[in-house]
């Protein structure tokens, strides 16, 4: 028996909009954010999903309360599902932390999964926790659709395992805010049914 799992990443944040890393960061969903959650709802009730699981991340935990809302079903917080903690770079962009520290910014396109952002988290343990979640999925709900909500970053690196990519560099992968992934585990293997899944977000503009 096969479990299905629709990896879901959050609606939008302000802090989205403003190209700033968040991590642990407790930011509000904006009202694009609430529309993108509340139309991913209904593009996900197709599959009869029987319960959402969320990251305990204000944003996460808001995407999940709009969809269990919205197709009456449970949710349920997952501590394995939380974003890559990003310790000193929270809060900031990517073009700052690049200029002010290029050694670290570079260490971090060619160190794979032994990286780690200074006082943040190690991808490797990331990577471990989203397939820890994906194995309990497959034990709790056999022959079921279930829901996770989960981050950019953390959903990045479950995919690039399950193409068999390394995180060096930027690879081809998008996790765009309100969009999903379909994701089949049965006997501890796991297949990609869809990636990205975003035809509910685009007559959706940002104003």
């Known amino acids: 028996m096969a479990t299905r799992i629709i ?6 944040t302000q802090m989205n909009r403003q190209g700033l890393m968040q991590g642990d960061s407790p930011c509000p969903l904006s009202e ?7 139309r991913s709802a209904l593009a996900i009730a197709c599959y009869h999903p029987v319960k959402i699981y969320t990251s305990p991340a204000v944003r996460a ?12 079903i449970p949710a349920e917080v997952s501590s394995l599902l939380r974003e890559q903690s990003l310790g000193r770079w929270e809060g900031r962009s990517w073009e700052d ?4 520290d290029p050694e670290t910014a570079n260490k971090r ?8 952002p200074p006082g943040g988290e190690p991808r490797l ?20 659709t279930v829901v996770a909500v989960s981050h950019a ?10 193409f068999g990519l390394e995180p060096i560099g930027t690879q081809p992968i998008r996790t765009d805010n309100g969009a999903f992934s379909v994701i089949e585990a049965a006997d501890g293997n796991l297949r990609y049914l869809s990636i990205n899944e975003r035809a509910h977000l685009e007559d959706l503009e940002k104003d």
Not at 109 to 116: A, L, V
Not at 153 to 162: D, E, M, N, P, T
């Open 7 to 12: 990896f879901l990443r959050h609606g939008e």
């Open 153 to 162: 970053g953390a959903l990045y690196f479950f995919l690039l395992v399950l």
């Open 32 to 38: 694009l954010g609430k529309e993108q959650a509340r």
């Open 61 to 72: 935990k808001e995407t999940a309360q709009i969809v269990s809302g919205t197709l009456g």
């Open 125 to 144: 343990r990331v990577r471990h926790r989203m397939l820890n979640f994906c194995r309990q999925m497959e034990e709790k709900h056999p022959d079921n």
């Open 97 to 100: 932390i690049k200029k002010e």
């Open 109 to 116: 396109d060619r160190d794979g999964w032994w990286f780690c």
